[in-house]
């Protein structure tokens, strides 16, 4: 089983600047990532999600044992989205989740 928590997703997109001409681009986006990630992390193909890798680190936490960060570019170009998530698999193997953790432009990504 795999878990997406949608409740942080709309709080990250909410919090792209308001008025600029690709915030309804990134939540149609958003609803595809999110969509595909209940399929979880390894089902999303790199031919559909722009620089999708696997991150060593990001800057607001320390990950555990059991957690991997990754991230993608949404939308290429000045200034460049990104999403940056957690896939956390439970202690007993049984299922993940995911935590949404950014949405934003790449000059402030958790990177």
Not at 78 to 100: C, H, L
């Amino acid at each position: 089983m795999f878990q997406v928590d949608d409740s942080k997703v709309s709080k990250l997109i909410k919090k792209i600047k308001a008025g600029t001409s690709k915030t309804r681009d990134i939540e149609d986006i958003m609803a595809l990532l999110t969509s595909e990630l209940s399929l979880g992390t390894k089902s999303l193909k790199k031919e559909s999600w722009s620089n999708l890798s696997e991150l060593s680190s990001i800057s607001n936490r320390k990950l555990t044992s059991n957690q991997v960060a990754y991230h993608c570019h949404l939308i290429k170009g000045k200034p460049t989205y990104v999403a940056v998530w957690i896939e956390e698999e439970s202690k007993d193997g049984r299922f993940k989740t995911v935590e949404i953790v950014y949405v934003g432009t790449h000059e402030k990504a958790l990177y």
